[in-house]
């Protein structure tokens, strides 16, 4: 039997299982997203599938992306003149691409395989490198996700090897900067998941300081907050404005609201430690990349169900 987890109005039912990749195809993911048509997205370490995408069932659908990316890390589809465009941030890469649904290159911004200057060695891609950042630089230095506001104007956090938000215009040129490797309020240490609430306001996971700083669009700090997190790693906020975000260091999901007040909150610890990606369909389920009883070590995307 699925077990039931969540409590309250936030009650799901866990599919591990919800994954049905073809016997040739290994999964290794990263992070998932969600299109218009409840398609799922996972972001997959694998070169040869980077890219593979299934139905709401979990039927394998297609794949794509061979050979591009080296080291997947952000997804999201986002609607851009009424259509799915796909977004992705690879870290190694340094790079956010925009792709059609079935993988076709449209946009590129940042130089594949730059570092700015931030005090760490060129060659240090360690999941690490955060520690090791004397300095804030420029875009980019191993970054970590990408968020949109109305205008089209791009936030990106710049995490593994900075220790930044950068802002892009609508055109994609660089505007301007914040934030400096710290543990004070507006520092960050591994600012590592991004979002644009509908108040306008920046949502960021700052993952290490096992915290959310909440800012406005020029970089002015609003809030933290005060709600316990344990490594924050990414978020969902649904069309009610619930905010949903895997707990990467603790291994928990935390439901809350735009104001930081905690709905819901389950996970197994040790078990599920590493927990990365989410985002929802449009029936209110959610999907989670996760470690599992199959592979401790190893991500999947988990479906819960909304009961």
């Not at 449209?106 to 490198?129: F, M, N, P, V, Y």
């Not at 804030?136 to 191993?142: K, M």
Request: negative net charge.
């Amino acid at each position: 039997m699925d077990p039931i987890v969540g409590s309250g109005k936030y009650r799901y039912k866990v599919h591990e299982d919800w994954q049905q990749p073809p016997e040739w195809l290994e999964v290794k993911a990263c992070a998932v997203t969600v299109d218009s048509q409840d398609r799922v997205y996972c972001f997959n370490r694998n070169d040869a599938h980077p890219v593979v995408i299934f139905d709401r069932d979990g039927k394998f659908l297609s794949s794509w992306g061979q050979g591009m990316f080296p080291y997947p890390h952000a997804i999201r589809v986002v609607q851009e003149n009424g259509q799915d465009v796909v977004w992705i941030c690879d870290e190694y890469l340094g790079q956010f691409l925009k792709f059609t649904p079935d993988g076709k290159l449209l946009q590129t911004i940042g130089e594949a395989g730059a570092r700015s200057d931030t005090g760490i060695a060129d060659g240090d891609k360690s999941s690490t490198a955060w520690k090791k950042v004397t300095h804030s630089g420029p875009p980019f230095n191993l970054p970590t996700d990408i968020a949109f506001a109305p205008d089209g104007s791009m936030f990106m956090t710049d995490g593994y090897g900075n220790a930044r938000v950068h802002k892009f215009g609508a055109d994609a040129k660089y505007q301007s900067s914040w934030g400096e490797p710290g543990k004070a309020p507006g520092q960050f240490n591994l600012p590592h998941g991004i979002w644009v609430d509908r108040r306008g306001r920046l949502l960021v996971c700052d993952r290490e300081n096992d915290r959310v700083q909440v800012f406005d669009q020029s970089g002015k700090l609003l809030e933290v907050w005060p709600v316990e997190l344990i490594g924050p790693a990414f978020f969902y906020v649904d069309k009610d404005d619930i905010v949903y975000i895997p707990e990467h260091n603790g291994g928990m999901i935390s439901i809350l609201t735009l104001d930081g007040e905690r709905l819901a909150r389950w996970g197994d610890g040790p078990i599920m430690r590493s927990s990365h990606g989410i985002w929802g369909d449009s029936q209110g389920n959610i999907f989670v990349v996760q470690p599992g009883s199959w592979e401790p070590r190893a991500r999947r995307v988990v479906k819960y169900e909304r009961i």
